[in-house]
C-alpha cells in the first residue's frame, strides 16, 4: 500500500488533534499536530481574541508543507492536523504533495461551541464565529472526504482509513 499524507482539518473545536493522533497511530505514521508549529506571534494573537489574516498564517502553512514536502521525498506516510479552512490553504499544504487527501471534521455550530470550552487552550470560543465565517468546504476537485464530529473517534478515524 503506498504511502499516504493525510491533513486532518476543520474549525476550532472539531477534533482534529484527537482524530489526527488516533488516525497516525492506526497507520502507523508519523503525527504534526498544527497548533504546535504557529509562531508566539500567533498564539498570542488568538489569545487576545484577534483572528489570524492570511498573512499571520503565511509562514506558518509553509512549514506544514515543508513537513508534508519531506515525508513525500522520503515515501512516508503523515498526518497532519491544521485548519485549512481556505482553498487557498489547502492548494499551498498540496504544493508538498500534490497526492494530499484532506478529512474535514464537520458538524453543526452548537456541538463546536461546547467543544471549544477548553481551559488552557490558546484559541478562544470567541474565534469560533471568525473560523465559521472563513471556512471554505472541500470542493469536488479536492481529494478527500468530510465527517460528521457527532460520530465516535473510533469510527471517525475508520471513515479516513475505508476513504477511497
Known amino acids: 500500500m503506498p504511502a499516504v499524507r493525510w ?3 476543520g474549525v476550532s473545536g472539531c477534533g482534529k488533534s484527537a482524530v489526527g493522533s488516533l488516525l497516525a497511530g492506526a497507520l502507523g505514521v ?3 499536530e498544527g497548533d504546535e508549529l504557529h509562531p ?3 498564539v498570542a494573537k ?3 481574541g484577534v483572528p489570524l489574516d492570511d498573512g499571520d ?5 509553509a512549514a506544514l508543507r ?3 514536502a519531506t515525508a513525500r521525498a522520503q515515501g512516508s506516510g503523515l498526518v497532519v492536523s491544521c485548519s485549512a479552512l481556505k482553498r487557498a490553504y489547502r492548494d499551498l499544504l498540496r504544493e508538498g504533495d500534490p497526492a494530499l487527501r484532506f478529512a474535514h ?3 453543526p455550530r452548537d456541538v463546536l461551541e461546547r467543544r471549544v470550552q477548553r481551559p488552557g487552550h490558546f484559541m478562544p470560543p470567541s474565534l469560533l464565529d471568525s473560523q465559521l465565517r472563513t471556512l471554505q468546504p472541500l470542493q469536488p476537485d479536492e481529494s478527500g472526504i468530510v465527517l460528521d464530529i457527532r460520530q465516535p473517534l473510533a469510527v471517525l478515524v475508520e471513515q479516513i ?3 477511497p
Not at 498564517?57 to 502553512?61: C, H, N, T, V
Open 46 to 48: 488568538m489569545s487576545a
Open 7 to 9: 491533513v486532518v482539518m
Open 66 to 68: 515543508e513537513h508534508i
Open 40 to 42: 508566539p506571534g500567533n
Open 105 to 107: 471534521l464537520d458538524g
Open 161 to 163: 482509513l475505508q476513504a
Open 57 to 61: 498564517r503565511a509562514g506558518w502553512l
Open 30 to 32: 508519523p503525527y504534526v
